[in-house]
């Protein structure tokens, strides 16, 4: 598969600039629906609730889940369709030039089901690290294997050392023509029924940062004998994909399968995980997506005393709070996942906060709906065919998908003296900032190198949120802004404040990490949430609203309102009377015929879309 055009992103999904049809030609076309982007074109695919894509039925998927069985049937569709190109380069023959496309690509598939996403997509996750530091040659080759249908795993995790990557026992034995591997891999998904696994092995005796190496395994040219997969593992979440495990014996691979320098395998691992971390947070997405869609389907439909219970006060304002919270995820999603590409040496950052902030709101979505569904959110059949039962199994999983929470705060821990003296000094990227939050504008082309282990300059999008202060302050007093939204922007920015004062007077060892750090880095998470809000609101908020359609979130500011008492509320702080009344105005629209978002009423001007 050749690589697209730069032209083609523009061009509705399914044909491209280059492609030249008159009019009539393309009315004609087989009576063909041209949908403007994958997003669009996917969501269709897989059919909208209630009328779904057979493979992917609430029952169906339900039973399989029952069965712990593979769901093959979901993910051949999304075969069919043409996913796995999209995680690919397009300079290596496939569709993937906008990381924000992806992760909205896999939010649509894990907002039908987690397990599919969870299964398909760690072929990404698997290949990553070719993409970030495999030659020309062995991006090709990898990117023509995953076109071709090959499913890639991630060989990190060992049974006694988990996240430890420094403790692995794997090893790799350098021979006259390549390498042995020796030892096993355990939870790893994917590990039996992928082709290729993507294999850190300890390749110094001492091991340390520069001891390990990446190797990237094509198992069906292993000699016979030389691995044993291991049994799947039965887990409490996403019981039907391949969570198993493989152990090599003396496994010879080529001088070919080493990935980047021998030594390099812990840092390229870091490096990756800053893209697939930050994918990652696509799975809570579309949780948080049909958490709120059942919910509001349960409000809607249940009589209680005479009633709906979306006629409720209290039901009112749950199902605000929660759709507030999915707000603040999408938009902490979409700036993290569009400084892929804008301000990619502070992925060391953004990945990190983005990891562990999105599921964790997430999962008070969840806790909050099952609160409003009550009994019904434990029943494993009888409503919804038990999907929110299922979905609220699911999630769990994903806080430890690539690093859990606490790994993710420690890594942000470590790098507090440097985001203290950039927030002290006021340094920022202001061409980043606006093409991370911009979203009318195509991102700009990912440079690998410019990846780093540690952010120098800290975090562009918090470090600068004191200057969006202002601006928001400025539309308030020039009565573009409702008073309370520059109130509520003011009362952030001083906890921001405080915040890198106390970083820049903590101590931490290696070995010893207080636990009020962890606190700390919390409080950072909503910090850049916050930012990210301002920054969405005032590069994107239209002009005015559009007078032949109904209100959306962006009408008088409601979802930044409402975002931003959830970030007060989540430091500690009592909003005031903003966010009550924001939440129960944002109630009106979860009540409506779709899950509001923040790309969907944008339409035509956002580059970024999310169909639902």
Not at 91 to 116: F, I, K, N, Y
Not at 252 to 277: D, F, M, N, S
Not at 358 to 363: E, I, K, N, Y
Not at 369 to 393: I, N
């Amino acid at each position: 598969m050749n690589a697209r055009p730069a032209t083609a992103r523009t061009a509705p999904y399914g044909r491209t600039d280059q492609e030249h049809e008159e009019p009539a030609e393309r009315d004609a076309e087989d009576s063909r629906t041209v949908h403007r982007s994958a997003v669009e074109a996917l969501d269709s695919a897989l059919g909208a609730s209630g009328d779904e894509h057979a493979s992917f039925r609430p029952g169906a998927l339900a039973e399989l889940d029952r069965r712990e069985a593979f769901p093959s049937a979901a993910c051949r569709v999304l075969d069919d369709f043409g996913l796995h190109a999209h995680y690919v380069p397009v300079t290596a023959g496939g569709r993937l030039d906008d990381h924000t496309e992806l992760m909205l690509l896999l939010r649509t598939v894990a907002r039908r089901d987690l397990t599919v996403a969870v299964a398909h997509g760690k072929t990404f996750l698997g290949a990553a690290s070719v993409w970030v530091a495999g030659t020309a040659e062995q991006a090709d080759r990898t990117g023509q294997l995953v076109l071709s249908g090959a499913i890639a795993s991630w060989g990190l995790t060992e049974r006694q050392h988990g996240s430890d990557l420094l403790a692995g026992q794997v090893t790799a034995t350098r021979t006259a023509g390549g390498w042995l591997l020796d030892g096993e891999k355990w939870l790893i998904n994917n590990a039996t029924r992928g082709h290729l696994v993507c294999v850190l092995a300890r390749t110094e005796p001492d091991g340390g940062p520069r001891g390990f190496s990446l190797f990237l395994v094509d198992k069906r040219r292993l000699a016979d004998g030389s691995f044993t997969c291991l049994p799947k593992v039965p887990t409490h979440g996403v019981r039907g994909a391949d969570i198993s495990g493989i152990a090599f014996h003396q496994a010879e691979v080529p001088a070919a399968a080493l990935v980047g320098e021998t030594g390099a395998g812990v840092e390229i691992v870091l490096k990756a995980l800053q893209l697939t971390r930050t994918i990652c947070v696509a799975l809570s997405l579309g949780a948080g997506d049909t958490a709120l869609r059942i919910a509001s389907d349960y409000a809607r439909g249940r009589r209680l005393y005479g009633r709906t219970l979306s006629e409720l006060p209290r039901i009112r304002r749950i199902l605000g709070e929660i759709t507030a919270a999915q707000l603040l995820a999408e938009a902490t999603g979409i700036v993290a996942s569009r400084s892929i590409h804008a301000l990619t040496g502070e992925m060391s950052v953004t990945s990190a906060v983005a990891k562990a902030l999105v599921p964790d709101l997430v999962q008070g979505i969840l806790d909050r709906s099952a609160e409003l569904l009550g009994v019904r959110s434990f029943l494993t059949e009888e409503y919804a065919d038990g999907a929110f039962a299922k979905l609220e199994r699911d999630h769990r999983v994903i806080a430890i998908f690539d690093g859990n929470t606490a790994v993710n705060r420690n890594a942000l821990i470590d790098q507090f003296p440097l985001l203290a003296t950039g927030y002290r000094r006021g340094r920022t990227d202001p061409a980043g900032v606006a093409a991370a939050t911009r979203l009318a504008v195509s991102v700009p082309e990912f440079d690998r190198e410019r990846l780093a282990l540690i952010s120098q300059g800290g975090c562009s999008v918090v470090q600068s949120l004191p200057d969006a202060v202002a601006r928001v302050r400025a539309q308030a007093e020039a009565g573009l802004l409702p008073a309370e939204v520059a109130g509520l922007a003011e009362r952030i920015k001083d906890e921001t404040d405080a915040l890198h004062r106390e970083l820049g007077t903590q101590r931490r060892t290696a070995r010893d990490v207080p636990a009020a750090a962890f606190a700390q880095a919390e409080r950072y998470e909503l910090c850049f949430a916050a930012a990210a809000c301002l920054h969405l609101w005032l590069n994107n908020a239209p002009e005015a609203p559009d007078p032949g359609g109904p209100p959306t979130v962006w009408h008088d500011a409601l979802w930044l309102r409402a975002c931003l008492s959830t970030v007060l509320t989540r430091l500690g702080h009592s909003p005031g009377a903003a966010g009550p009344e924001a939440y129960d105005r944002l109630a009106e629209h979860a009540l409506g015929t779709a899950t509001p978002t923040l790309t969907a009423a944008l339409g035509r001007r956002a580059k970024v879309r999310s169909a639902l």
